[in-house]
């Protein structure tokens, strides 16, 4: 039985700022501002007022994260579950890394006791998979649908918001302003699948998946701990090096499949300063051709091929 994606759901909470805005409520000095405008984002959402973000200790951090996550969590879960009804699910996964709000029962448990799932569910928590970590739940949900029958509901919250690690407007020069470019670029939202099986010709068929690590870059990208608080780790690299990772990963999902450049109708890619890598990765002009548009920041790099139920 093939697995598909036959739901799809997104929440963003409520607090709505231009680039402007933050910039301004952080409070860095006008010289840094270039780095926010040329960042190719337009507005951010919040969970945590840009006011408030600064003030918050590590443990206002993981209680507001713990409050506002199972809340736009359960309502992405609920618009991709339009077909689905929650006691059908047989697995539910959750994914995060902006926060350690949920350190057991997990952020899926919680999910699965608001959606009314039933005692044999199955309940798995993806961890520390930074941006990403939403493929490997849904690898994960695709292999549980394949040997169950069974739909898995995969949700991904990430709460940028709920991680500010406190620095003195932009004086904090570690790794190029690593703080200053990433307070430009992340924002807040969760995001949620439902793979299973059904007999709509609009839902994509999950044809294969393909991952490609390189662990030279592991430093480039992450969380480290510093002073009792996450500190973000971004690496001024990370859109050359997503252009090296993604290629490869692209060119083996494509061979595995007999497939070319040519074939791909649809492209939705995650990766670090997308727009960057549109133009200097080696397999732009065709995805240009077809209307790509790219999605998110992203040294793992992974792909997934879809194609349409067959007739």
Known sequence: MDGKIIGIGAALPAHVYGQRDVFEGLGYNRHFWPIFRDAGIERRHFAVPIDEIK?????????????EAAVLSLAAARECLDRVAPRDLGMVISAH???????????????????????????????????????????????????????ALVVA???????YFPENGG??????????????????AAAA????????????VIQDTAVCTDFTYQAELGYTWRE???RVRLGRRIPEIA??????????????????????????????????????????????????RPRGRCCDAAATALRRPSA
């Open 228 to 230: 009792g608080r996450l």
């Open 97 to 151: 890394c902006t926060a350690f709000g949920f350190p057991g029962p997990t952020l899926a448990h919680v999910l699965g006791r608001d959606l009314g799932c039933e005692p044999g569910v199955f309940y798995e928590n993806i961890a520390s998979m930074g941006c990403e970590g939403g493929f490997p739940g849904l690898k994960r949900a695709w292999d549980y649908f394949i040997h169950s029958g069974r739909p």
């Open 243 to 292: 252009a090296v990772l993604v290629k490869r990963v692209l060119e083996e999902i494509l061979r595995r499949n007999s497939l070319s450049l040519e074939d791909i109708a649809h492209w939705v890619v995650h990766a670090p300063a997308a727009r960057r890598y549109w133009t200097a990765s080696g397999t732009p002009s065709a995805c240009r051709r077809k209307g790509c």
């Open 157 to 163: 919250c990430e709460l940028s918001s709920c991680s």
């Open 55 to 67: 003030e918050l200790s590590f443990q206002d951090q993981q209680e507001r994260y713990r409050r």
């Open 171 to 188: 004086q904090d020069r570690e790794n190029g302003y690593e703080l200053l470019r990433s307070n430009a670029i992340f924002a807040d």
């Open 193 to 204: 699948i439902v793979v299973g099986a059904d007999d709509s010709p609009r839902h994509p």
